[in-house]
C-alpha cells in the first residue's frame, strides 16, 4: 500500500513537500517515483529514483523540483519548489520494479491514491 501525503493549495513560487509512505513490503529495491494528472489531461511522468539513486524528471519540473527516498523508512519523497499554476495536478506515487518502466510508458506495479496539489496565480 501507498499512501501520500503533503498536497495542498500554494499561491505561485511557494512550496510544497509531497511523501509518500509504503507498507506491506520492503520497496529497497525498487525504483520509486511520481507522476500528475491535471484535469482534463492524460497522467504525465514526473520524476524517478531508483535503488541506487539515479534520478529522471520530465523537463518541466528540472530545476524546481527534487525527488528523494528513504529506504529505511520505506518513503519516497517530492519536493516541489518555485511552484507554477501548470503544476496544478493530482500526484500519484508509483513504485515499479523496473526503473526503465517509468520513461517508456509501462509504469508501474504499484500506485497510489494520489494527493491534490493546487497552485493559484
Known amino acids: 500500500q501507498l499512501v501520500e501525503s503533503g498536497g495542498g493549495s500554494v499561491q505561485a513560487g511557494g512550496s510544497l513537500r509531497l511523501s509518500c509512505a509504503a507498507s506491506g513490503r520492503t520497496f529497497s529495491n525498487y525504483a520509486m517515483g511520481w507522476f500528475r494528472q491535471a484535469p482534463g489531461k492524460e497522467r504525465e511522468f514526473v520524476a524517478a529514483?531508483?535503488?541506487?539513486?539515479?534520478?529522471d524528471y520530465r523537463d518541466s519540473v528540472k530545476g524546481r523540483f527534487t525527488i528523494s527516498r528513504d529506504n529505511a523508512k520505506n518513503t519516497v519523497f517530492l519536493q516541489m519548489n518555485s511552484l507554477k499554476p501548470e503544476d496544478t495536478a493530482v500526484y500519484y506515487c508509483?513504485?515499479?520494479?523496473?526503473?526503465?518502466?517509468?520513461?517508456?510508458?509501462?509504469?508501474?506495479?504499484?500506485w497510489g491514491q494520489g494527493t491534490q496539489v493546487t497552485v493559484s496565480s
Open positions: 529514483i531508483n535503488r541506487g539513486g539515479a534520478l
Open positions: 508509483a513504485v515499479d520494479s523496473r526503473y526503465s518502466d517509468y520513461l517508456n510508458g509501462l509504469c508501474c506495479d504499484y
